[in-house]
C-alpha cells in the first residue's frame, strides 16, 4: 500500500477533514446486493464511507460494484461518486478503478489519487469488502 499521508498540493478533502486523517476513518462498508453471473463470477454492491460522509452532515456513502472471479477482482465500477466534485467524485474513473483488476486480498494495493485519499481508500476498503465476502 503507498503512503498517502504525505501530498504535495493540499485540497479541500485533506486539510478541511474535520473527521481525523484517513487512517483514522473506519471506512464503513455494507454490501447492499450480490448478484451470481453466468460465468461463475459474483458481483457485490457495496456501499462505503467516503469523504462526503466524513465531512457533512447530509452526506450519502459511495456506492461501488465489485466483481470477482475465484478470488480475483474481474471489474470494479463505482455507480454512485458522491464525494467533492472534480476531486473525491474521479473515484469513478476507469483509470483509477482498473488499478484493482487481477488483485487478490493478499495482494491488494491502493495507488490514491491526488489530493482525493479519503476518496481512493474508501474505493480500496469497498474492494476489501468484496473480496472478504468472496472467500
Same mark, same amino acid.
Given at each position: 500500500m503507498v503512503d498517502t499521508a504525505a501530498s504535495e498540493t493540499? +485540497?479541500? %478533502?485533506?486539510?478541511? =477533514?474535520?473527521?481525523? =486523517? !484517513?487512517t483514522d476513518l473506519a471506512f464503513n462498508t455494507e454490501i447492499t446486493n450480490t448478484t451470481e453471473n453466468a460465468d461463475g463470477s459474483v458481483t457485490y454492491t457495496v456501499s462505503v464511507d467516503g469523504y *462526503? +460522509?466524513?465531512? $457533512?452532515?447530509?452526506? #450519502?456513502? @459511495?456506492v461501488i !460494484? +465489485?466483481?470477482?472471479?475465484?478470488?480475483?477482482?474481474? @471489474? +470494479?465500477?463505482?455507480?454512485?461518486? @458522491?464525494?467533492?466534485q472534480y476531486v473525491g467524485d474521479r473515484i469513478a474513473d476507469e483509470a483509477f478503478t482498473s488499478q484493482f483488476v487481477g488483485?487478490? #486480498?493478499?495482494?491488494?494495493?491502493? %495507488?490514491?489519487? /491526488?489530493? *482525493?485519499?479519503? =476518496? /481512493? @481508500? =474508501?474505493?480500496? $476498503?469497498?474492494?476489501? &469488502?468484496?473480496? !472478504?465476502? &468472496?472467500?
Open positions: 493540499p +485540497v479541500e %478533502e485533506e486539510n478541511g =477533514s474535520q473527521g481525523g =486523517s !484517513e *462526503a +460522509v466524513y465531512n $457533512h452532515a447530509d452526506g #450519502k456513502p @459511495n !460494484e +465489485v466483481t470477482i472471479l475465484d478470488g480475483t477482482v474481474q @471489474n +470494479v465500477v463505482v455507480t454512485e461518486a @458522491n464525494d467533492t488483485m487478490t #486480498k493478499d495482494t491488494l494495493e491502493l %495507488e490514491p489519487l /491526488s489530493g *482525493a485519499t479519503i =476518496s /481512493s @481508500n =474508501s474505493a480500496y $476498503h469497498a474492494v476489501l &469488502a468484496a473480496l !472478504e465476502a &468472496a472467500e
